[in-house]
């Protein structure tokens, strides 16, 4: 199965926390993008990387040529084109980097934006950055709208602090862009609210299609009434998988296990074996990126991407 | 009439008794000597059966055997004069299914080939036999694995999850052991 990403990275601080290094990543066959990485380093400021943990927000970047990222003769020749950089904050302090790189594929129909209150009365959100390919009329559309908190997508996340998922858009009532979404070829979209910073809020959105889904299963964790143990809100993958849905009915405790990690200290995860695909043609999932969903210093949720 | 496809290396290159009684016995033989392009020369010839006549098989060539019963298993007949306990075992481990010592008798040559290939055909059941019995041994010990994750994940008896994992695998199409390595992956995710 074609997913629309194709790398996934995790940055974290170094020891003296100026720089950031290579913790873990998914590169798929790319081999050569992947030794090109893991030796690199991002001071403050630098790179893709450094550049979301200076800004404190989300950064989309569609174009890699002339630009701050750092390895664009290694993602030409991988043929990345577009980075996409989430910044993890615990209060003022960054705690790792997370980066989306996607190719660009005419055959795939997907979005991923960042959503903003940084007008005046800080009470709607509005499309700040967006890499929507070659979707340009979804695109006008989505950066003349503005939508206040509860409504569409990015509002309900805003609005609960948690990750929303809707799995048939084109339908969904909540979601305001519907309509263009169904002529745009989306069929699902996933919003999660990342970071505050600077009074301003910020919200990721990740539109797909069936065709070239965001990763072959996503799930939201989040912790029970009694803030005990992390049960699973939500799976959603193309195809109903079973045994996924046998791992979503158990509970996560704190510390044990991937998530359990994730919650512990804060820090989102990959794990599973990139290279292992024996069986791709039942969807096998063998790699998963975690990432938590903090405000004010408390884990709300956790969103893991399954490969 | 025999046309089994003989591969005969001697060092001798001088003598010709063997090559001759095995055309007479309407083996297809051809003979060569034994050189570091001895494996290709199988390759480009696939032989039925390999045959020797030397002294004492190098290290080297022995090498060269097992090599190519990894690739391609065949029946190999060794004459030689070494008796030397050492060099029996070292055939003995390159698969050689005959080995003679001062032993090359001609009148004996259909005999001798046709015990050879009877231990190889039965050499090669008993080694496929193992295989089988490794790969159900290595499956079973992955259903085992599987069951005991999901005993410990879903609170499951052990023939509620032998159950679970039977009914994914038939959902799927797939055997048992190759559902467990999926719910082996799964679990990995979340270790």
């Given at each position: 199965m074609k997913t629309f990403i194709k790398v996934t990275e995790i940055w974290v601080p170094d020891k003296q926390r100026t720089h950031l290094e290579f913790d873990s990543g998914l590169y798929g066959g790319l081999v050569k993008f992947k030794a090109a990485s893991e030796q690199q380093q991002f001071a403050y400021n630098e790179g893709l990387p450094g550049k979301a943990w200076a800004e404190g927000r989300p950064l989309v970047l569609?174009?890699?040529?002339?630009?701050?990222?750092?390895r664009t003769a290694a993602a030409k020749k991988a043929g990345l084109t577009c980075g996409i950089a989430i910044p993890v904050f615990s209060g003022d302090f960054l705690l790792a980097v997370v980066v989306f790189l996607c190719a660009d594929d005419e055959h795939h129909a997907g979005a991923i934006e960042v959503w903003s209150n940084?007008?005046?009365?800080?009470?709607s959100l509005k499309v700040i950055d967006g890499y929507y390919g070659s979707l340009h009329y979804f695109e006008q559309i989505s950066r003349d709208i503005s939508v206040a908190k509860d409504q569409g997508l990015a509002g309900l996340a805003w609005a609960q602090g948690l990750p929303v998922l809707i799995d048939d858009i084109s339908k969904?009532?909540?979601?305001?862009r519907a309509h263009d979404a169904k002529q745009a070829g989306i069929t699902m979209g996933i919003s999660i609210p990342v970071s505050d910073h600077l009074n301003s809020s910020y919200v990721m959105t990740f539109l797909s299609a069936k065709a070239t889904p965001l990763a072959k299963r996503i799930q939201i964790w989040v912790p029970d009434s009694e803030g005990e143990q992390l049960i699973c809100l939500e799976g959603y993958s193309k195809n109903p998988n079973e045994l996924a849905q046998l791992f979503e009915a158990t509970t996560v405790t704190k510390g044990v296990g991937a998530l359990g990690r994730v919650w512990l200290t804060g820090m989102p995860v990959i794990t599973g074996?990139?290279?292992?695909?024996?069986?791709p043609e039942l969807a096998s999932l063998n790699t998963m990126l975690a990432i938590p969903v903090i405000e004010q210093g408390r884990l709300k949720a956790i969103v893991s991407f399954l490969f | 009439m025999n046309r089994l496809n003989v591969l005969l290396i001697e060092?001798?290159?001088?003598?010709s008794a063997l090559e001759s009684a095995l055309n007479e016995a309407g083996y297809l033989c051809l003979k060569s000597h034994y050189d570091p392009d001895f494996l290709k020369l199988i390759k480009q010839i696939t032989p039925d059966m390999l045959m020797f006549n030397l002294q004492s098989p190098s290290k080297k060539l022995l090498a060269d055997l097992q090599a190519q019963q990894l690739l391609s298993a065949m029946p190999i007949i060794m004459f030689a004069t070494d008796d030397n306990s050492d060099s029996i075992h070292q055939v003995i481990k390159a698969e050689v299914c005959t080995y003679i010592v001062n032993g090359l008798d001609v009148k004996r040559l259909n005999s001798i080939v046709s015990v050879a290939m009877a231990r190889f055909k039965h050499n090669q059941a008993l080694k496929q036999a193992l295989e089988e019995a490794c790969a159900k041994l290595e499956d079973r010990k992955l259903i085992d694995r599987a069951k005991a994750i999901l005993i410990k994940t879903?609170?499951?008896t052990e023939d509620e999850a032998y159950h679970t994992l039977r009914k994914l695998a038939m959902d799927r199409h797939i055997s048992l052991g190759e559902m467990a390595k999926n719910v082996l992956a799964m679990s990995e995710l979340f270790k």
């Open positions: 569609k174009e890699f040529a002339q630009s701050y990222f750092k940084q007008d005046s009365s800080k009470q969904a009532d909540a979601f305001i074996d990139d290279d292992a695909d024996y069986n | 060092s001798d290159s001088t003598c879903q609170n499951f």
